[in-house]
């Protein structure tokens, strides 16, 4: 797992595919094993699709709303603690719920998907295709 920032700025923000090698820290990528910069490059592009592997472990399939509540909450999985960041969470969460069935908007989602098709100590367990509809 690489730890250095090789992500910022470089997807162009009409990008509809990202084909990476490893995941973004904190999605499908077992124990945090992903790309701290990756994931704040997809937290400022929200592309529709994210496709990787590397980490088999992180095997499936996942459906993010990069947006204030992801955020607060990702600030808190980085280690930022405080009551004030978890009432910030809360706060954006009960505004983007309510706001948005309120307008009747669907958040822009980035759909994430590990692709690794082995698993196991020695890559011995075979997993079915994902197959997705955008």
Known sequence: VCSS??????????????????????????????????????????????????????YGYDVVAFDDVQAAYGDILFGKRGIVLLIKMIFYLLLDKNYKAWIGSRPKVTRLVNAAVVGGRHNEEARPPIVISI
């Open 5 to 58: 920032d090789l992500w910022t700025g470089v997807v162009p923000p009409d990008t509809a595919i990202l084909l990476t090698h490893g995941p973004p820290k904190w999605h499908l990528d077992a124990n945090a094993l992903g790309n701290e910069y990756l994931l704040k490059e997809l937290q400022r592009t929200k592309l529709p699709l994210v496709v990787f592997g590397h980490i088999h472990a992180g």
